[in-house]
């Protein structure tokens, strides 16, 4: 089982910048994808952004496609969320998750981080 543990959120006025991190330990870390969802207050969880490892594939919710960018360092076992222009609707609880073959789940969540924007 790996354990993830994520880092970096805050609270940040609208228009800010964060960087959320995901560092992985336990067994080997090799994952097929990476993935960030987030879930808001009296709201169910929602997928953010994922990354392929073989190729670096990545992919977005449409609600933040242009503003957030997920990026990986493997040789640190860390997974990134960059989140640019952020919004109050941004506002949540982000978690990291792993999926380990193409037909698997996400599972392995982490903690999570609290982001918060302010208007």
């Known amino acids: 089982q790996v354990q993830l543990v994520e880092s970096g959120g805050g609270l940040v006025q609208a228009g800010g910048s964060l960087r959320l991190s995901c560092v992985a330990s336990?067994?080997?870390?090799?994952?097929?994808?990476m993935g960030w969802f987030r879930q808001a207050p009296g709201k169910e969880r929602e997928f953010v952004a994922t990354i392929r490892r073989s190729n670096g594939n990545t992919d977005y919710a449409d609600s933040v496609k242009g503003r957030f960018t997920i990026s990986s360092d493997n040789a640190k076992n860390t997974v990134y969320l960059q989140m640019n222009s952020l919004m109050p609707e941004d506002t949540a609880v982000y978690y990291c998750?792993?999926?380990?073959?193409?037909?698997?789940?996400?599972?392995?969540w982490g903690q999570g981080t609290q982001v918060t924007v302010s208007s």
């Open positions: 998750a792993e999926q380990r073959s193409t037909m698997a789940s996400f599972a392995s």
């Open positions: 336990g067994r080997t870390f090799s994952y097929y994808a």
